[in-house]
């Protein structure tokens, strides 16, 4: 059976990823020395660190809201952001950055496989789609990869010619 849904699931396979009109997860965190992903200049209310965090604690709950009916939220706020400024440890970045992309494969797996409809509402939600969680996936990520770029401006760490 040809699957009806096969153009709109290549877009949105593009959107998630970036490039077009968006730049890339990749491109956003490539080159970001260590020492300043803890630092918050001037008036910004957030780091490099909180920012990866939250975008990985959001898609996170995203997809498993998708794929699993039992999925507890996290509380809103305080669940979505990270309790300190920069990582705890060395690793933790680097461990926040597989999370996240391993979480964008799976959700980009999930909207691909021609067995889900992506109009159809989730049995357990409260009218959402697949379609309208991989939009929500899409936008949030661009908005925060957006203020991670404006944060390396202002640590003068972010070159124009980034792709």
């Excluded at 965190?29 to 803890?38: A, D, E, K, V, Y």
């Excluded at 159809?120 to 957006?146: I, M």
Aim: charged share 25%.
């Amino acid at each position: 059976m040809k699957d009806s849904q096969a153009g709109l699931r290549k877009h949105l396979q593009e959107l998630l990823r970036g490039g077009s009109a968006h730049l890339t997860f990749e491109q956003a965190i490539r080159g970001l020395p260590s020492h300043l992903r803890g630092r918050q200049p001037g008036k910004l209310p957030f780091t490099a660190w909180r920012l990866l965090e939250h975008l990985r604690i959001a898609q996170w709950d995203i997809l498993e809201f998708c794929r699993n009916p039992r999925h507890v939220s996290p509380e809103f706020p305080s669940g979505y952001w990270p309790p300190s400024a920069a990582p705890p440890h060395a690793a933790a970045w680097e461990r926040s950055v597989k999370a996240f992309r391993r979480d964008l494969r799976d959700m980009e797996k999930l909207i691909s496989d021609p067995s889900k409809d992506l109009y159809e509402p989730l049995p357990h939600g409260q009218g959402q789609t697949l379609l309208r969680e991989a939009l929500l996936v899409a936008d949030h990520n661009a908005y925060h990869l957006g203020q991670i770029i404006l944060l390396r401006r202002l640590l003068g760490v972010w070159k124009d010619n980034s792709a």
